[in-house]
């Protein structure tokens, strides 16, 4: 039987392949179609959890800040939703993955409603917790931005638009989240967000560029952000902002 050749175009095609140093070509960063079958089934349940989580811990975050704000529980789940999907949302457009996953998929709906739902109920309890939406929303950011770095990744972007994609996940929700409470983002104050996020994307991304495996690789990102946005939060950690000039005495 004749070998099979893939020309160019076919979908199996890796495509041109940069050279590296000395001639040699570079490996390009192994997607799961470029695994074992079992390996591929278990990075995808993996990220398909981890996405899920980050969904349900951003919902909370978003459904704690319409509490606070004495919203009622349409609002409180128009926040929920909000926080918990815009992120994704945003990604998905930019890669061409339309519809989103978060209106194509029912679980990501249904997450934020349950978990807008169980806020609702149990707010009394669950705000007593001392800073419960910083904490939750760190915990989103980390999980969105592996999991949106790893979708992008599989979208066949180059490492550094991957990086920034998962970014880009993670921190979406957050903002529409304060913008609908008439809050300047966190992204936008000096606070540590953005830098935590674009941080455990980045880990993520190097690591699947080095073929390491991408379980243990996405969960080590995940917990460094959220490790840096929480020492932030505890320490008070922020970045530098211009400073005003002093204004003269009367």
């Known amino acids: 039987m004749p070998e099979a050749r893939i020309g160019p175009g076919d979908p ?3 495509g041109p392949r940069r050279p590296g140093r000395g001639g040699r070509r570079a490996r390009p960063a192994r997607t799961i179609g470029d695994m074992h079958p079992g390996e591929a089934v278990i990075e995808s349940v993996l990220l398909q959890v981890l996405d899920i989580l980050g969904t349900f811990v951003f919902a909370i975050s978003g459904a704690i800040a319409g509490a606070k704000h004495r919203l009622d529980l349409f609002g409180v789940l128009v926040l929920s939703f909000a ?45 007593t917790f001392r800073n ?18 790893s979708k992008a990744l599989s979208y066949q972007l180059a490492p550094v638009p991957a990086a920034l994609l998962g970014m880009v996940s993670a921190i979406g929700g957050g903002v529409v989240r304060d913008v609908l409470v008439s809050e300047v983002p966190a992204v936008f104050r000096s606070e540590i967000y953005a830098s935590a996020a674009l941080a455990g994307a980045s880990i993520f991304v190097g690591g699947t560029a080095l073929h390491l495996p ?18 932030a939060i505890r320490h008070d950690w922020k970045l530098p902002i211009t400073r005003l000039p002093d204004r003269p005495a009367e």
């Open 214 to 231: 991408a379980p243990p690789v996405a969960v080590v990102g995940a917990l460094v952000c959220f490790g840096i946005r929480a020492l």
């Open 132 to 149: 419960a939406v910083l904490m939750f929303d760190a915990a989103g950011l980390g999980l969105y931005a592996v999991t949106g770095a």
């Open 12 to 14: 199996a095609d890796p």
């Open 83 to 127: 926080a918990a999907s815009f992120g994704g949302i945003t990604r998905d457009v930019l890669i061409g993955a339309v519809p989103p996953a978060a209106i194509r998929d029912w679980r990501y709906a249904g997450t934020s409603v349950a978990a807008g739902i169980i806020t609702f109920l149990w707010y009394p309890k669950i705000g």
